[in-house]
Nanobody, 117 residues
Framework: QVQLVESGGGLVQPGESLRLSCAAS????????VGWYRQAPGKQRDMVAD???????SYTSSVKGRFTISRDNAKNALYLQMNSLKPEDTAVYYC???????????WGQGTQVTVIS
């Protein structure tokens, strides 16, 4: 019943931009910390950015200044604006939602981002 569905991935050249979207349903979106993880081939899944229920963002150092996370609670939607993309940003990007107090965590299916010249 709970679903997180990512979209917006694609193939781009270095320096270009992409905007990822995550549509949530079946859960009280505004009560969850939400964010993005990514996993490159042969690597672990790492946090990229998250945003609190109050709208406070946090970023991993490698994307700070290039990526912007935002949420629209009225639309149950999460976004990641990715600018100045680099080949090392290539990965599958996953949307997630977390409420530690309730002990509930949800993941999307992932969307592929590929940055090559």
């Amino acid at each position: 019943q709970v679903q997180l569905v990512e979209s917006g991935g694609g193939l781009v050249q270095p320096g270009e931009s992409l905007r990822l979207s995550c549509a949530a349903s079946g859960m009280p979106f505004s009560s969850y910390i939400v964010g993005w993880y990514r996993q490159a081939p042969g690597k672990q899944r790492d946090m990229v950015a998250d945003i609190s229920t109050g709208g406070t963002p946090s970023y991993t150092s490698s994307v700070k200044g290039r990526f912007t996370i935002s949420r629209d609670n009225a639309k149950n939607a999460l976004y990641l604006q990715m600018n100045s993309l680099k080949p090392e940003d290539t990965a599958v990007y996953y949307c997630y939602a977390r409420n530690a107090f309730l002990g509930r965590n949800y993941w999307g299916q992932g969307t592929q981002v590929t940055v090559i010249s």
